[in-house]
Every structure is written in structure tokens, then in C-alpha cells.
């Protein structure tokens, strides 16, 4: 029984979230800002992650841990076999591969519970999410862009080990500052990011089917969160990113929410695992902004989860690009429902405006 099944885990992984903070790694009380890293893009993919690891080894082991826990939670054994023989079939591309052997040498765990780690995501949309919600609006003559990333449904067994493992990653290339986002230690993908003077960007899950994502695995198709790192350090314009993120092969289905850096620049890319099948841009949208949760803008969101009711509603309170500031974009954000238990992190970002770039953990509303 999946409920009860999930019950179990959710409090045995509380426990061991609670040995963890007992030892010293979880001391943050209340909503934190994640510690934050430089890392030189010259430098080894493999060799790229050792401060982050060394400082996150013991949360990297257990995030990983209860991924393998939760798999087994939400997929029946011969599904759970075919997701490994998935992965195992494949290789990724550079840098990502060589990125995980550096975590599986820094942490001492097996590559391919790795590299299994790094493509959850595909296996575990239907009962385990990346639920979130992003707003990307007209503010003043520039974008702004707001994110939560929640870990939802199932995924209340992670969300705990998630928030310690959050960190802000800083690329320098040439000896400039060249892009941020902020993830997870471990994970080498990426869901939420910000290059310089460029763009902004998150993913966002969309529900597909297991079947069809083991088979786009198979054809090596990269995850989402891989196709939003490989945008966010080598695309050249929006124009670029967008173009990329709505014609590439992935792996599974997403939202991939674009800010740019004019007016209207603002996008919600819906995808499957082939090609956009929609894309809903600012002014189309809702005039002077775009919201997107976890489902198709042109579907009524279930009742339980209405999530952009909630944002559109906080928007619209707030009226005018005139009257948008980062403080009450991070209100949006903060609003309840919007802000739930499932929440891991908030970033306030804009292309245009790099020092704006703000993340917070969040464990306040818990």
C-alpha cells in the first residue's frame, strides 16, 4: 500500500533528518540563506563539485539514500529494475558524467547510485514532484523573475534533506562572474538560474507517463534539469534559450518558464519529451505577467492544488509593473499555498539586474 508505505518512510527519514541535525549539519531555524560557492568553468567537470561535496558529504549520502527509498516506495520492483537498466544503458554527456564520477569519488558512493540519483526525476513525476510555481512579469523597463521550488506529494519524504543540501552555485569563466543558480549538492542538473545579463530560467513538472520517459532515457535523451544547465551556460540570447528549450529531445515532460531582459520577455514553454507544444508569453498571458505551476495553462488545476489561482490573484493585487518591487514579488512568493511545507527554496532573480539575485530556504511555514 503506497500510503502506508509512504508514511513509514516519512517518519524514519525525519529521524534520520534529526540525527543529521544533532550532528551539527542542520542549524538553521528559520528561512536561511544557502551557502554559496564559485565555481571556475575552466576547471575539471570532474574536480568542479569538491568543496560543495566536502562540506555536503553526509547530506549527499543520505538525499540519495532516500531517493532509493522513495523509488521503491513509488514504483513497483520491475519498474524500478527497468529505471536502473535505463540508466545504466546510457551515457551522459559531458560535463554531467564526469560530474557525478567527481560526487561518487568525493562521497564514496557507487557511481551508478549516482548517476540513478541524477535521473529521479523521470521515474517518480507521477507520485513525486517538481511542484512549483514561477512568475516571470514586466517590472518597470526590465523582468523580474520569481521562483519557488517545491518537491511535493511523495516527495514530503525529501523535501527535509533537500533543504540541507540547497546551495547557490556561482560560474566564473574567464575570470567573470557568469551565471548562478541555485540546486542541489549532488544533483548536477539544474531547475532554477540566471545568466548574466542574459536570461533567467526554471523548470517546472509536468506529469508524463513512466513508460514513455524509460524509453526517451533509453535514446539518451537528457533530463530536463541537464537541458536547463547545458541553456543556462552556453546559450548566447533568450531568443537562443527559448529556441533550444522548446526543440530539444528530453526525458521526460516539463514547464521551462524564460525571462528575458526586455520588456515582455516572459515565456512558459510547456514541453513533452520531443518538441514545445505550447509556448504563452507575456502579454498573452495576463497583460504584464506569466504564472505557471504544474499544469497546462489552458486546463482548470485540480482544487486541491490550485496554486496559480493563489499567484494570479497576489498579482493582480498588486496591479502594475509600476508597483512590482522585489520585496512584493517575494511576498507573492511567500503567500500561502504558494508557500506550502512542500517548499524548499524561493529565488528572486533578473537577467538585466544580476545583484539582484536572492535565495532563501525556506522553513519558516513549516
Known amino acids: 500500500d503506497l500510503k502506508a508505505t509512504v508514511s513509514v518512510l516519512y517518519w524514519r527519514n525525519m529521524i534520520r533528518a534529526v540525527v543529521i541535525g544533532l550532528c551539527g549539519v542542520w542549524t538553521a531555524v528559520a528561512d536561511y540563506t544557502p551557502k554559496e560557492y564559485t565555481i571556475h568553468l575552466e576547471t575539471p567537470p570532474a574536480e568542479r563539485w569538491n568543496a560543495p561535496c566536502a562540506d555536503h558529504k553526509d547530506v549527499i549520502i543520505h538525499v540519495m539514500n532516500e531517493i532509493e527509498d522513495l523509488m521503491h516506495a513509488v514504483l513497483s520492483e520491475e519498474d524500478y529494475k527497468e529505471a536502473m537498466g535505463a540508466v545504466a544503458a546510457v551515457e551522459p554527456p559531458s560535463p554531467f558524467l564526469q560530474e557525478m564520477e567527481g560526487i561518487a569519488r568525493c562521497t564514496g558512493q557507487p557511481l551508478a547510485k549516482v548517476r540513478l540519483a541524477n535521473y529521479f526525476y523521470d521515474f517518480v513525476s507521477r507520485n513525486a514532484s517538481i511542484a512549483c510555481t514561477g512568475i516571470v512579469a514586466n517590472y518597470r523597463n526590465d523582468v523580474l523573475h520569481g521562483r519557488n521550488l517545491d518537491f511535493g506529494q511523495a516527495g514530503v519524504l525529501l523535501a527535509p534533506s533537500l533543504r540541507l543540501a540547497t546551495v547557490t552555485i556561482n560560474y566564473f569563466k574567464a575570470g567573470q562572474k557568469y551565471a548562478t543558480y541555485t540546486g542541489f549538492v549532488g544533483l ?92 504563452w508569453s507575456v502579454p498573452q498571458a495576463y497583460k504584464w505577467y506569466v504564472a505557471q505551476t504544474n499544469y497546462d495553462h489552458w486546463t482548470q488545476p485540480p482544487a486541491n492544488d490550485n496554486r496559480r489561482a493563489t499567484a494570479v490573484h497576489a498579482m493582480d493585487e498588486i496591479g502594475t509593473p509600476a508597483n512590482l518591487t522585489t520585496s512584493s514579488l517575494y511576498t507573492v512568493m511567500s503567500t500561502p499555498n504558494v508557500l506550502n511545507e512542500n517548499t524548499i527554496f524561493t529565488v528572486i532573480m533578473s537577467a538585466n539586474q544580476p545583484e539582484l539575485y536572492s535565495a532563501t530556504v525556506r522553513t519558516e511555514q513549516l
Open 188 to 279: 548536477v542538473g539544474a531547475w532554477t538560474g540566471q545568466r548574466h545579463n542574459v536570461f533567467t530560467l526554471e523548470g517546472n513538472e509536468r506529469f508524463g507517463s513512466f513508460q514513455d520517459n524509460v524509453e526517451a532515457v533509453k535514446k539518451n535523451w537528457l533530463p530536463p534539469s541537464m537541458l536547463l544547465k547545458q541553456v543556462l551556460i552556453n546559450s548566447t540570447s533568450y531568443a537562443d534559450a527559448v529556441r533550444i528549450l522548446g526543440t530539444t529531445p528530453i526525458s521526460s515532460s516539463v514547464y521551462y518558464i524564460v525571462g528575458g531582459t526586455q520588456l515582455n520577455q516572459g515565456v512558459v514553454v510547456t514541453r513533452n519529451t520531443t518538441q514545445a507544444v505550447d509556448n
